[in-house]
């Protein structure tokens, strides 16, 4: 059987600030996208991959693509309104021979093959959902609706969240179509769907690389980690 990597593409950005869809805006003069797909396709584990581009611009990233995922199959689906939706969309089209299934948000262009690959194992290994994830490193207060702490929260327990997050297919189907019955639309991860309904979601270590582009800092970010991964002759 094999394992497929559904990217939700069809985000605005709004946070990034005005001008292209965000997984079309461009570091080191290619799409966000397009450095995510790479990663994705040359993950030893990763067979399938389905991109849910912004309405409107599904041949220009089937076009774009074409040529960054070498031999592994690629499906191009219009994305939905929200980033559950547009999961959801993709999902829809798998091919009935994959049993695994990561998704990896566009936003996180330099997510290392590594933890692709572990998470994708960790599958295998029996995990139904799994999510890779970094510590918290600042001090995060719980505040009330005036501004004043509530409490420090004890942060040895927190972790960020990445992508990507691996499923059993059938489980993240059940979720999904749980999820659309109940009428939730705005899950921010699919582990919190998977989480939700009462599976138990596994975490592995994430990476440092792994972090998404939100606001323009993180642009910047993301262009000395490729310019420092250059230098080195990685990439
Ligand atoms: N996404 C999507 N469909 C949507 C909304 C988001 O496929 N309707 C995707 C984004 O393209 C991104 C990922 O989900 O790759 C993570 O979402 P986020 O970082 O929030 O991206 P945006 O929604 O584009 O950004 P913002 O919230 O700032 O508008
Ligand atoms: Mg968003």
Sequence with gaps: MRAAAIVPAAGRGERLGPGEPKA?????????????????SEARSVDVIVVAAPEGEEARVATLLHTVVGDTELHVVTGGKTRQRSVALALRVIPDDVD????HDAARPLVPEEVIDS??????????????AVPVTDTVKQVDTAGRVEATVDRSQLRTAQTPQGFARIVLESAHRDAAEQGLEDATDD???VE????????????????????PLDLVLAEAVLAR??????N
């Design 24 to 40: 079309l805006r461009e570091l080191a003069g290619q799409p966000l996208l397009a450095h995510a797909v790479r990663a994705l």
């Design 100 to 103: 695994v299934v990561l998704v």
């Design 119 to 132: 998470v994708t194992s960790a599958v295998r290994a029996g995990a139904d959902a799994v999510v890779p």
């Design 191 to 193: 582990a919190g769907l």
């Design 196 to 215: 939700h309904f009462g599976r138990p979601v596994i975490v592995i270590p994430g990476s440092e690389d792994g972090f998404k582009v939100t606001r």
């Design 229 to 234: 991964r250059r230098s080195a002759g990685v």
